[in-house]
């Protein structure tokens, strides 16, 4: 797996550390894989107005941290010009 060569830096981290990693990688992707194939049961149980509502929370989420992301990047701006 190239994730984790990518991950773990001989120079960087120990060998205790590169081994967590190595195991913790795939136990993320095992993770992913069962809501993956869990998420087409979702939208049965919550119904179409649960489906809306958290579509807009979301929406609401990622505004906010778009918002975050452009006042930080202006502020580090004007930074840089003073």
């Known amino acids: 797996m190239i994730v984790i060569l990518l991950l773990t830096d001989n120079h ?5 550390q590169q081994a967590t990693t190595a195991v913790l990688v795939p136990v993320v992707i095992v993770i992913t894989l069962f809501l993956l194939l869990a998420a087409n049961s979702v939208p049965q ?3 179409e107005y649960g489906i809306t509502v958290i579509s807009k929370v979301m929406g609401l989420i990622l505004s906010a941290y778009a918002i975050q992301s452009i006042l930080v990047g202006i502020k580090d701006f004007v930074v840089v010009l003073h």
């Open 45 to 47: 149980k919550i119904g």
């Open 12 to 16: 960087l981290y120990s060998v205790q």
